[in-house]
Every structure is written in structure tokens, then in C-alpha cells.
């Protein structure tokens, strides 16, 4: 009987933790949804979109396209090298582009996002929630929700596909810089490979992957920011604990997605 107990707590914690996960996935898509709902609420809110494109956007292109340049540089001289084995080093072009394309571009994009904007959307929000400006906004008869979250999904929809966009063809050129100006494969042969392998679907494939990358990432940066006040700590530890846990279950569902995504798609 007591081996019996002493089995039994671990699972029902383990059940709980369960359970309380989903019913927090739920209520996140719940949040998406209300956010969602709202975009297209009259009047539109063009220059807070503006602004959340430009915050999201514009100030994601460097660390961007310095990613994606070091991720094509990687492939290039990794691919190059298991390619050289079995005598496919031809086939350079079309082993950096379909993983970019269909993989790394999508998902590192939305990482490096998820870094630099969904931090400071969480702790963002997570602040004006402590500070009582988002209960100002209730009293005011203002919807915080279409005030403040409406215009960062509407930002990321627009934003994540671009910029998913602006790593592939920055990795193919930092491809192409290690594989053909360093290792020597024709540049030529490089891009006719990168131009036969990518197809349609490639490409459509990537761009639905991150437009759901933009939906879980939002989701999850502006819930945990807007729920602040509900965790057990207080104040600025309160801000600290859900920027913490909006860049990690960001991450996570990033990947966790990504599978089941590429299981689908493929």
C-alpha cells in the first residue's frame, strides 16, 4: 500500500502539470482568437499596425540577415564536405536551399523573433498590466485587447512570411559564398541546382510554416505578458517569470509545430 502511494504522487503531479498545460494552450488560442476577431473591428488601426511592423519588422532585418548569412556559410562548408564523400559536391545548391527553404529558414526566423520582439512584447505588456495601465484602459471603456494585441498579430501575419522570405535568399548567397568563392563549385551549376530543386510547394510550404510560427509566437508572448497578474509572484519577479516563459514555450512550440508541420506537409 505504500509503495502504491508513494507511485501515485509523482503521477498525479505529472497528470497535473498535463492537464494544465493544455488548458493553457486553450485558453492562449481562446486569447489568439479574441486578438484575431478584433483586427477588423472599424475603425482600423493602420498606424498601430505601422508601428508593431515597424517594431517586429524593420528592426528584425539585421540580426535577420546576419543569421541567415551564417546559416548558409554552415551548410555550405557542412554540406560540402558529406556531399564531396559520395562525389555530389555538384549538388551543393539544392542541399542549402531545401533546407533552408523548407526548415531552417522558417524556424530560426521565428527564433530569432521570438529573441528580439516577442521578449519585449511579453515584458511589454506584462508591465503595463503591474503598472494598472491596462485596467486604466477598462475603465476608460477601451478594449485592451483590440488596443493592444489586435495590432501585434496583425504586425506578425505580415511580418513573419517576409522576413522568412529575407533568410532563405540571404542563406543561399552566404551558401554560395563558402561553397563557390571558398570551395570552388561553379557558381553557375550552384544556382541552376538551387533553381531545379526548389519548387512551388517548397516555397509555399515554408511561408505556411511561418505564418503559424507568427500565430503561436504572438499568442504565447502576448498571453504571458497580459497575464501577469495572475502568477504568484509580484511586481517586477511577476514581469521577469512571464518573459522567461513566453521565450521558452515560444521556442518550444516553435519546434514542437515545425514536426508536426513538416509531418503534414511532407
Given at each position: 500500500m505504500e509503495k502504491f502511494v508513494t507511485l501515485k504522487k509523482p503521477l498525479s503531479a505529472l497528470g497535473r502539470e498535463a492537464i494544465g498545460l493544455v488548458q493553457n494552450l486553450g485558453r492562449t488560442f481562446l486569447f489568439f482568437l479574441r486578438g484575431f476577431g478584433r483586427i477588423f473591428r472599424i475603425p482600423f488601426q493602420i498606424r498601430k499596425i505601422e508601428q508593431q511592423v515597424y517594431f517586429i519588422g524593420m528592426k528584425s532585418v539585421f540580426v535577420i540577415c546576419l543569421t541567415?548569412?551564417?546559416?548558409?556559410?554552415?551548410?555550405?562548408?557542412?554540406?560540402?564536405?558529406?556531399?564531396?564523400?559520395?562525389?555530389?559536391?555538384?549538388?551543393?545548391?539544392?542541399?542549402?536551399?531545401?533546407?533552408?527553404?523548407?526548415?531552417m529558414g522558417p524556424v530560426l526566423t521565428a527564433i530569432m523573433i521570438i529573441a528580439r520582439a516577442g521578449s519585449a512584447m511579453a515584458a511589454e505588456i506584462g508591465i503595463m498590466r503591474i503598472s494598472e495601465q491596462i485596467d486604466a484602459l477598462e475603465t476608460m471603456d477601451i478594449d485592451p485587447i483590440r488596443f493592444l494585441i489586435s495590432p501585434r498579430i496583425a504586425a506578425a501575419l505580415l511580418c513573419f512570411p517576409l522576413l522568412t522570405a529575407l533568410f532563405d535568399v540571404?542563406?543561399?548567397?552566404?551558401?554560395?559564398?563558402?561553397?563557390?568563392?571558398?570551395?570552388?563549385?561553379?557558381?553557375?551549376?550552384?544556382?541552376?541546382?538551387?533553381?531545379?530543386?526548389?519548387?512551388?510547394?517548397?516555397?509555399?510550404?515554408?511561408?505556411?510554416?511561418?505564418?503559424?510560427?507568427?500565430?503561436?509566437?504572438?499568442?504565447?508572448?502576448?498571453?504571458?505578458?497580459?497575464?501577469?497578474h495572475l502568477r504568484q509572484e509580484f511586481g517586477a519577479k511577476a514581469v521577469s517569470q512571464a518573459t522567461t516563459s513566453a521565450v521558452v514555450l515560444s521556442c518550444v512550440m516553435v519546434l514542437v509545430t515545425d514536426y508536426a508541420l513538416t509531418t503534414f506537409l511532407m
Amino acid at each position: 500500500m505504500e509503495k502504491f502511494v508513494t507511485l501515485k504522487k509523482p503521477l498525479s503531479a505529472l497528470g497535473r502539470e498535463a492537464i494544465g498545460l493544455v488548458q493553457n494552450l486553450g485558453r492562449t488560442f481562446l486569447f489568439f482568437l479574441r486578438g484575431f476577431g478584433r483586427i477588423f473591428r472599424i475603425p482600423f488601426q493602420i498606424r498601430k499596425i505601422e508601428q508593431q511592423v515597424y517594431f517586429i519588422g524593420m528592426k528584425s532585418v539585421f540580426v535577420i540577415c546576419l543569421t541567415g548569412a551564417f546559416t548558409g556559410m554552415v551548410l555550405g562548408v557542412q554540406g560540402y564536405y558529406a556531399l564531396v564523400k559520395y562525389g555530389s559536391a555538384g549538388a551543393l545548391g539544392s542541399a542549402v536551399a531545401l533546407s533552408l527553404v523548407r526548415e531552417m529558414g522558417p524556424v530560426l526566423t521565428a527564433i530569432m523573433i521570438i529573441a528580439r520582439a516577442g521578449s519585449a512584447m511579453a515584458a511589454e505588456i506584462g508591465i503595463m498590466r503591474i503598472s494598472e495601465q491596462i485596467d486604466a484602459l477598462e475603465t476608460m471603456d477601451i478594449d485592451p485587447i483590440r488596443f493592444l494585441i489586435s495590432p501585434r498579430i496583425a504586425a506578425a501575419l505580415l511580418c513573419f512570411p517576409l522576413l522568412t522570405a529575407l533568410f532563405d535568399v540571404v542563406g543561399i548567397f552566404g551558401g554560395y559564398l563558402t561553397g563557390s568563392k571558398l570551395l570552388g563549385i561553379n557558381p553557375a551549376l550552384y544556382f541552376a541546382r538551387v533553381e531545379s530543386s526548389v519548387i512551388m510547394m517548397d516555397v509555399v510550404g515554408g511561408f505556411v510554416k511561418s505564418l503559424v510560427f507568427a500565430v503561436v509566437v504572438v499568442s504565447i508572448c502576448c498571453y504571458q505578458g497580459y497575464f501577469t497578474h495572475l502568477r504568484q509572484e509580484f511586481g517586477a519577479k511577476a514581469v521577469s517569470q512571464a518573459t522567461t516563459s513566453a521565450v521558452v514555450l515560444s521556442c518550444v512550440m516553435v519546434l514542437v509545430t515545425d514536426y508536426a508541420l513538416t509531418t503534414f506537409l511532407m
